[in-house]
């Protein structure tokens, strides 16, 4: 199964949104991948992983040997290994690439969380798209908002991740009516996750309480799917 994560304007907590539900789904024993493709997981998670990665998969061509998939994995935590990124991007790299590649990961046992950070090079957008789902991680901000409507993934985005920041003016039901999709989660902005987050501890030191909203965020992302294939 793959999981599609990125969001339409930078900043706004995808890695972090990935890194904590990937510790979430593997704190209760699911067995769990983070794939890379933005950079900063190895950092969240505490790990050096500088080797290659699914970016130079993805430049390789749809062709690419789908066990080399296993052989980059880096361990980070019982039932959790990071796919990292190689190269920083995937410019140039065929959209055949990225669809060939979220075939493969659909296709596996493994869950498969993928921060596509901004998901603007061709081959992410193929990826996402070819995903089991997708979900954008939003700031309750106008700028979050207007990014979003305007980005490539849009219309096939299956639930929304709002990052709350206090006494904004914008929330659920401005994302809700504008895009017509869910808010399946709305988190506050806590200095303990960032600090975590900063530390690299996110895996190990990470308690229950601040996994529990994530927990069955993943079987709310496809009840929303199955809703917008019926509708
Ligand atoms: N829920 C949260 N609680 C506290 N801090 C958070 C939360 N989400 C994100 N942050 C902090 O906000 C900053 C940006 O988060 P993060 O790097 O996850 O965003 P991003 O969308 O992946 O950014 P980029 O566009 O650079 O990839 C980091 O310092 C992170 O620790
Ligand atoms: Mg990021």
Known sequence: MLIACWSPKGGTGTSTAVAVLA?????????TRVA???????ALFGVVADGPGVND???AGPDAPPNAIER?????APSLSLLPCGALDARGADPSAGDALGALLNDDAVITIADLGGARDDAHVALARRADASLAVVRSCYLSLRHLVHHPLVDS??????VGDKGRALGRRDFEATTGRRVLLEVAVRPVLGRL???GLLPSACSDDLLVPWRDLVSRLQRSRRERYAA
Do not use: K, N, S
Not at 23 to 31: D, I, K
């Open 23 to 31: 510790t979430a789904l593997a704190r209760e024993h699911r067995v």
């Open 36 to 42: 890379d493709f933005a950079g900063d997981q190895p």
């Open 57 to 59: 998969w993805l430049a």
């Open 72 to 76: 980059i994995a880096v361990e980070v």
């Open 157 to 162: 985005v299956d639930g929304l991740v709002l």
């Open 197 to 199: 987050a900063d530390t």
